[in-house]
Nanobody
Framework: QVQLVESGGGLVQPGGSLRLSCAASGADFGRNTMNWYRQVPGKRRELVGSITSDGRADYAESVKGRFAISRDSAENTVALQLNNLKPEDTAVYYC??????????????????WGQGTLVTVST
């Protein structure tokens, strides 16, 4: 079963740091761009950043200079380092990969995969 599982969320004070991890399984994600999104209840899901298969990362303007994405293709994991956190960074953070070639109950397909999300709360 192809899946992404996030971990590492929690409560942190403003200015603090967290490291989120996304573990991929059930398919080879090595050729896929991996994305991190976040969502606040009542708002649209927002793209935080992406990392390509060859390690090039890009970020939303709101997090540039504070967040960093890395990946370990051998371990099939992606990390999101969150630094200098602000209250407005509070959200559920999701890991995503699109067009993953995976085996499904209908045979091999290209599928979009989302994790279940991990909550980050920035508050005093």
């Amino acid at each position: 079963q192809v899946q992404l599982v996030e971990s590492g969320g929690g409560l942190v004070q403003p200015g603090g740091s967290l490291r989120l991890s996304c573990a991929a399984s059930g398919a080879d994600f090595g050729r896929n761009t991996m994305n991190w999104y976040r969502q606040v209840p009542g708002k649209r899901r927002e793209l935080v950043g992406s990392i390509t298969s060859d390690g090039r990362a890009d970020y939303a303007e709101s997090v540039k200079g504070r967040f960093a994405i890395s990946r370990d293709s051998a371990e099939n994991t992606v990390a999101l380092q969150l630094n200098n956190l602000k209250p407005e960074d509070t959200a559920v953070y999701y890991c995503n990969a699109n067009n993953v070639f995976a085996y499904t109950n209908r045979g091999y397909r290209y599928v979009d995969v989302w994790g279940q999300g991990t909550l980050v709360t920035v508050s005093t």
